[in-house]
C-alpha cells in the first residue's frame, strides 16, 4: 500500500508517517529529511540546496525527483512507499504519477492534515526548541508556509478527486488523528 501524507510544515506528517511506518511495515519517504542528509554530508547536492532549505524556499524539482525516482524504483520498497512532503508542486504531482505507474505502482490514499496558519507557528516553535532545525526560525516558517499555501494546495485540487482522498483534522491532538487515520485504513 502507498500513501500520501500532506499538509502544511508542522502538520504532524512526520509523526504520523512514522507510526504508519511500524503499522504497516512501509517506508517514510521524507523528502525534507533526505535533503537534509545531504546537507549533513556536504555532497554536491547539499552544497547547491543548504541556501534555498534554510530560507524555506522550495529545492529544484529536478533534484528532488531524481531522489524519489531512486526510492521509487527500489523492489524492496515497492508498495510500501508513505509519501511525507512529495509531492508539493504539480509538476512533483505528475512526476510521481509517471514513476508509480512506470513501476507498476498507484496511490492508495491520500490523507491532508489540514491545521490553521497560527497552530503550525506554535508548533514549529516548539519543536524548534526540540529538534534545532535550522529552517525552523519563524520567518523561515512564515515562507514556508506561504510557500505550501501557494504552490501545494493546487496539488490538493488535483488528488481531490482520488476516491480515496481524506482530509482530517490536524489541529487534534495525534493520538486522535492517528486513530483517525487507522480507522480509515481499517488497521
Ligand atoms: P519538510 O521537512 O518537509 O518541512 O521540508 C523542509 C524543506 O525541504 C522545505 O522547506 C524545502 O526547502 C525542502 N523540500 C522538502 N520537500 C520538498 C519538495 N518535495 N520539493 C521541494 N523542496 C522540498
Given at each position: 500500500m502507498n500513501l500520501i501524507l500532506f499538509g502544511p510544515p508542522g502538520a504532524g506528517k512526520g509523526t504520523q508517517a512514522k507510526n504508519l511506518e511500524k503499522k504497516l511495515n512501509n517506508y517514510q519517504?521524507?523528502?525534507g529529511d533526505m535533503l537534509r542528509d545531504?546537507?549533513?554530508?556536504?555532497s554536491e547536492i547539499g552544497k547547491k540546496i543548504i541556501n534555498f532549505m534554510n530560507e524555506g524556499k522550495f529545492v529544484d524539482n529536478t533534484i528532488v525527483n531524481k531522489?524519489?525516482?531512486k526510492v521509487i524504483f527500489d523492489p524492496n520498497k515497492k508498495n510500501r512507499l508513505i509519501f511525507d512532503g512529495y509531492p508539493r508542486a504539480i509538476d512533483q504531482a505528475k512526476n510521481l504519477d509517471f514513476l508509480l505507474s512506470s513501476s507498476n505502482q498507484k496511490?492508495?490514499?491520500i490523507f491532508f492534515l489540514n491545521v490553521k496558519k497560527e497552530t503550525i507557528i506554535k508548533r514549529i516553535e516548539k519543536r524548534k526548541s526540540l529538534e534545532k532545525r535550522s529552517d525552523d526560525d519563524l520567518n523561515t516558517i512564515l515562507k514556508r508556509y506561504e510557500t505550501y499555501m501557494e504552490t501545494t494546495k493546487p496539488v490538493l485540487d488535483y488528488y481531490s478527486s482520488h476516491q480515496n482522498y481524506h482530509e482530517i483534522d490536524g489541529s487534534m491532538k495525534i493520538e486522535e488523528i492517528t486513530s483517525k487515520i487507522e480507522e480509515i485504513l481499517k488497521l
Open positions: 519517504v521524507s523528502t545531504e546537507i549533513k554530508k556536504d531522489l524519489m525516482e496511490i492508495d490514499y
